[in-house]
């Protein structure tokens, strides 16, 4: 699959000269996204169960990012594929999840 959406032409103000430019169908999560889930969510969740952030990243996968399509054998997705929109509302399952297991997660803001 290829991963631009479209290309745009892009006019310099300055010398006029136009430059082609492809726009991604999809942004990627976010550093800050991603040092949340890494600094709060997962320490917070695996300090509960005795796991390791790595751990416990691995048991969020398991429980919400399965994969299984057309009978092929199930896998895993990765969260680093995940776009912004998608992994705020994966975090968010993982936060609620935590919640119901008497786990306090603070809000990344």
């Known amino acids: 699959m290829f991963p631009y959406k479209s290309l745009i032409k892009v006019s310099c103000p300055h010398c006029g ?3 082609e430019h492809f726009v991604k ?3 990627p999560r976010t550093n800050r996204q991603n040092k949340y889930y890494w600094g709060v ?5 695996g300090e509960h ?3 390791y952030p ?5 048991a969020f996968k398991l429980l919400f990012l399965r994969r299984n399509e057309d009978g ?3 896998t895993l997705k990765s969260t680093s594929s995940l776009t912004t929109k998608e992994f705020v509302e ?3 399952r993982c936060r ?3 919640a119901e297991h008497g786990i306090y997660i603070p809000d990344a803001e």
């Open 17 to 19: 000269k136009t430059f």
């Open 25 to 27: 169908a999809k942004l």
């Open 41 to 45: 969510v997962l320490p917070l969740s």
């Open 49 to 51: 169960f005795g796991y």
């Open 54 to 58: 790595d751990e416990m990243h691995e």
């Open 72 to 74: 092929r054998p199930e």
């Open 90 to 92: 994966y975090v968010d």
């Open 96 to 98: 609620h999840w935590a």
